[in-house]
């Protein structure tokens, strides 16, 4: 199994409010992007907390459980950083408005599970093409829902920075959990809107074609997406994984 993680704060921002984290657990990979949201200071916070907190509930609760629930422990996992950013945004009025977007996943033996709460993305790359997994909980997604504006209209929409559900922001968030069969030769990305906003689908389903392991992909995605003047953080993990195991 083959991954690695990148983050840049990119040309345009005085920090970097994205934080990532993976790891190797049991005979497969955990991963977990965020992008903080409340002033530059706050938003590293919450993200920070956000993604600590998701990876050790994570791992705890999939190296002790049989496999058979992966995706239930990824929203769980979800809940309880919602619990972690939201108890402090409550704790005093410069907290207000702090919150996070979330992509967790977790690829082991046959099946890949995501989570994902925000407009931080999880997509499959394979040779037939790219298939973004997770849904955007945003403004510019429902639009596109409700047949208003196309997906490339939203790229440059004035609502394309809001989003409708954050981790930290609410008592509760509801999480969406997807679960898809890993392909021979599959490669899955997870990353923040800032590489998204940079880099087309098809820019990085060429990248992720073109580069034989995960820490050579993710340099050339961070590059290609700051060279593209993106306007934002940019956070990438890559799992290249081996089909049936690590």
Same mark, same amino acid.
């Given at each position: %199994?083959?991954?690695?993680?990148?983050?840049?704060?990119?040309?345009?921002?005085?920090?970097? *409010?994205?934080?990532?984290? %993976?790891?190797?657990?049991?005979?497969?990979?955990?991963? #977990?992007?965020?992008?903080?949201?409340?002033?530059?200071?706050?938003?590293?916070?919450?993200?920070?907390?956000?993604?600590?907190?998701?990876?050790?509930?994570?791992?705890?609760?999939?190296?002790?459980?049989?496999?058979?629930?992966?995706?239930?422990?990824?929203? *769980?996992?979800?809940?309880? /950083?919602?619990?972690?950013?939201?108890?402090?945004? %409550?704790?005093?009025?410069?907290?207000?408005? %702090?919150?996070?977007?979330?992509?967790?996943?977790?690829?082991?033996?046959?099946?890949?599970?995501?989570?994902?709460?925000?407009?931080?993305?999880?997509?499959?790359? /394979?040779?037939?093409?790219?298939?973004?997994?997770?849904?955007?909980?945003?403004?510019?997604?429902?639009?596109?829902?409700?047949?208003?504006?196309?997906?490339? *209209?939203?790229?440059?929409?004035?609502?394309?920075?809001?989003?409708?559900?954050?981790?930290?922001?609410?008592?509760?968030?509801?999480?969406?959990?997807?679960?898809?069969?890993?392909?021979?030769?599959?490669?899955?990305?997870?990353?923040?809107?800032?590489?998204?906003? /940079?880099?087309?689908?098809?820019?990085?389903?060429? #990248?992720?074609?073109?580069?034989?392991?995960?820490?050579?992909?993710?340099? #050339?995605?961070?590059?290609?997406?700051?060279?593209?003047?993106?306007?934002?953080?940019?956070?990438?993990?890559?799992?290249?994984?081996?089909?049936?195991?690590?």
């Amino acid at each position: %199994m083959n991954f690695y993680g990148l983050s840049d704060k990119g040309r345009y921002r005085a920090e970097n *409010q994205d934080s990532f984290d %993976m790891g190797a657990v049991r005979d497969g990979v955990l991963a #977990v992007v965020c992008d903080g949201m409340g002033g530059e200071v706050h938003g590293l916070l919450a993200s920070d907390l956000a993604a600590g907190r998701f990876f050790a509930f994570a791992r705890a609760a999939l190296e002790a459980s049989d496999g058979e629930d992966s995706g239930d422990i990824l929203c *769980q996992a979800v809940d309880a /950083a919602n619990r972690k950013v939201y108890r402090l945004a %409550m704790q005093a009025e410069e907290y207000d408005g %702090m919150g996070t977007t979330l992509v967790g996943g977790y690829c082991q033996g046959d099946t890949a599970f995501f989570v994902n709460v925000g407009d931080s993305r999880a997509y499959r790359i /394979a040779k037939d093409g790219i298939v973004q997994i997770t849904k955007d909980h945003s403004v510019v997604q429902e639009m596109i829902d409700r047949g208003e504006i196309t997906r490339a *209209q939203s790229r440059h929409h004035p609502s394309r920075k809001y989003i409708t559900r954050a981790v930290g922001s609410d008592r509760f968030v509801k999480s969406d959990v997807f679960s898809v069969p890993i392909r021979e030769g599959d490669r899955f990305l997870l990353c923040s809107d800032g590489l998204t906003k /940079a880099l087309e689908d098809a820019e990085l389903h060429r #990248v992720l074609l073109a580069e034989d392991d995960a820490e050579s992909a993710c340099q #050339v995605l961070i590059r290609e997406a700051i060279e593209n003047d993106a306007r934002d953080n940019v956070t990438a993990i890559v799992i290249y994984p081996k089909k049936g195991g690590a």
